[in-house]
């Protein structure tokens, strides 16, 4: 694992076609954006885990954590 320190506003690039920028710092809680192509999904873990435990494939699955997790396939 790579470990970067980044201050608030300072970004990190990842293959040219990934930015994670430290957008705001309170009380312990980072907040993150991220730009990242269409085609990149991006997902929090714990949402990427229940993708995952419901076999549903997250290249399939781009609507982002704002979305509700679709309900497990019989």
């Known amino acids: ?3 970067l320190t980044r201050k608030l506003n300072q ?3 990842i293959d040219e076609h990934i930015v994670v920028k430290v957008l705001r710092v ?3 809680v980072v907040r993150l954006g991220i730009q990242a192509p269409a ?3 991006v997902h929090r873990q714990e949402v990427y885990e229940a993708l995952q435990n419901r076999d ?3 290249d399939s699955y781009h ?3 704002h979305a509700p997790v679709p309900e497990k396939k019989d």
């Open 11 to 13: 970004t990190i690039v």
């Open 26 to 28: 309170d009380n312990g």
């Open 39 to 41: 085609s990149v999904p």
């Open 63 to 65: 609507q982002g954590d």
């Open 56 to 58: 549903i494939p997250t």
């Open 1 to 3: 694992m790579l470990v």
